[in-house]
């Protein structure tokens, strides 16, 4: 008898009263105990499997095939959406940490406090660091700057 596992739960459901098709087709699916959903290629086998099973006396509506096409396209758009706005964010950080280029920041580093010319901006991991006295700072631990003295 074929069982899944319950998301988040030790529990198991039967799934013998499925088609045999579906049976198979969610063998190659797991869910891990983080996870909550499908994932886009589960969602494409469950839909390729359904149309190859479907009773050419009665084919799936035109209306609900398109509705799962939209929820497909707008997963897709989703994820790029994520894409474009983690690579904005990397590049605003980085933008706005070059600011301080040039100028005397006091920061605070696990309570102390560290003072000195910043000489260069880099990203770590997509993180904007600044380089004051060789160590390299994340932004946000900068509580002052300051115009360097002629």
């Not at 499908?38 to 209306?63: I, Y």
């Not at 933008?95 to 010319?117: I, M, P, R, W």
Request: net charge negative; aromatic share 4%; glycine share 6%.
């Amino acid at each position: 008898m074929a069982t899944t596992s319950t998301v988040g739960s030790s529990a198991s459901k039967d799934v013998s009263q499925l088609s045999p098709a579906i049976q198979q087709a969610l063998q190659g699916i797991t869910m891990k105990t983080n996870k909550s959903t499908l994932t886009q290629d589960d969602f494409l086998k469950l839909l390729t499997v359904q149309l190859q099973n479907q009773d050419p006396l009665k084919p799936m509506e035109d209306a609900q095939f398109m509705g799962q096409m939209a929820q497909f396209a707008t997963l897709e758009q989703s994820k790029e959406l994520n894409a474009s706005v983690a690579t904005l964010s990397t590049s605003l950080g980085f933008t706005s940490a070059q600011q301080f280029l040039g100028k005397n920041v006091t920061l605070n580093d696990a309570g102390t406090e560290v003072t000195g010319k910043v000489a260069g901006v880099m990203l770590v991991s997509g993180v904007p660091q600044i380089l004051v006295d060789g160590k390299a700072y994340t932004t946000d631990k900068v509580t002052a700057v300051t115009l360097p003295t002629p």
